[in-house]
């Protein structure tokens, strides 16, 4: 009988540690608006630099891996329309540095995750720039006939 109890309390105490650990992931995956104006000043700076035909320091590559780690951990907790921006931006700086899978990467994240958004068509154009074919999800046949008036 002391072994099930002891058993159990073991039990309790590692789904509690795991349901912290879920919640301080969600917490920490989140970014605050200063993170994300942050990201997005950081990306206009880059942006400005490779305009500008300036050659980008390793601090500044280090910058735009870090923007791209920290979108890829918030997408892991929960997608927010805030986010399409940076990633949007992030494509151009990868696409200007003719880096073609990472901008590919996040421009076609823009079409999984944000395709109500105002940059979905945005960066459907760019993959297609890019020699990538994104074919429209195709309706179902409910949706036909909504169109229809059936």
Request: charged content about 30%; proline content about 3%; overall charge negative.
């Amino acid at each position: 009988m002391k072994k099930i109890f002891i058993w159990l309390i073991a039990g309790f105490l590692l789904l509690s540690a795991i349901s912290l650990d879920v919640s301080a992931a969600k917490k920490a995956g989140k970014l605050s608006k200063e993170e994300v104006q942050e990201m997005s000043d950081n990306l206009d700076n880059i942006t400005k630099k490779i305009y500008g035909r300036a050659l980008l320091s390793p601090n500044d590559t280090e910058t735009l891996i870090g923007i791209k780690i920290k979108l890829d951990n918030s997408m892991l907790v929960a997608t927010a329309s805030e986010l399409a921006p940076l990633y949007y931006k992030t494509g151009n700086v990868y696409r200007l540095r003719e880096m073609k899978s990472e901008a590919i990467d996040c421009y076609k994240t823009i079409l999984e995750n944000f395709s109500d958004t105002a940059l979905a068509p945005k960066a459907r154009q760019a993959l297609s720039e890019l020699g990538v074919t994104i074919e429209a999800p195709k309706e179902t046949e409910e949706e036909t006939e909504e169109d229809e008036g059936i």
